[in-house]
């Protein structure tokens, strides 16, 4: 939640107490305002999509918040490094998936927008 893990005691050991966000990582560029219970998103640093590294942006909620996502723009720009966000998906207050969204250099957005993921796959 935005307030924080709503079952931070009992939360199982992986992936949650084995896990180590990008504003805990050693040596972290990420300033005190980008901590995922100020900024209402979790972001991890040492990901890659498809063989390139990359900011990946998860929101603790259902998006991340406007003022949230201008300053990690603003850390790719400054980084130099195309970021990932994704935005949970609902229908009648219910989640029914997510929608993954890319900044950086225009063919960088333009291979985040043709590529599919989880969500975009239904059965029939």
């Known amino acids: 939640t935005r307030q924080g893990c709503a079952i ?3 939360r199982p050991e992986d992936p949650c107490r084995t896990f180590v966000c990008g504003w805990l990582q050693a040596d972290s560029p990420l300033p005190e ?18 063989g390139r ?27 130099s490094l195309p970021l990932i966000y994704l935005e949970n998906l609902q229908k009648d207050g219910r989640y029914i998936g997510y929608r993954q969204m890319g900044y950086g250099p225009p063919e960088f957005v333009q291979a985040v927008q043709r590529s599919i993921g989880p969500s975009d796959i239904r059965r029939i």
Not at 37 to 49: A, I, P
Not at 53 to 79: Q, S, V
Request: charged share 35%; hydrophobic share 40%; proline share 8%.
């Open 8 to 10: 931070y005691d009992e």
């Open 33 to 50: 305002q980008l901590r995922p219970d100020l900024s209402g998103v979790v972001v991890m640093l040492d990901r890659k999509w498809r």
């Open 53 to 79: 590294r990359i900011i990946k942006a998860t929101p603790a909620g259902w998006t991340i918040p406007p003022d949230t996502l201008e300053k990690l723009m603003a850390l790719a720009r400054e980084r």
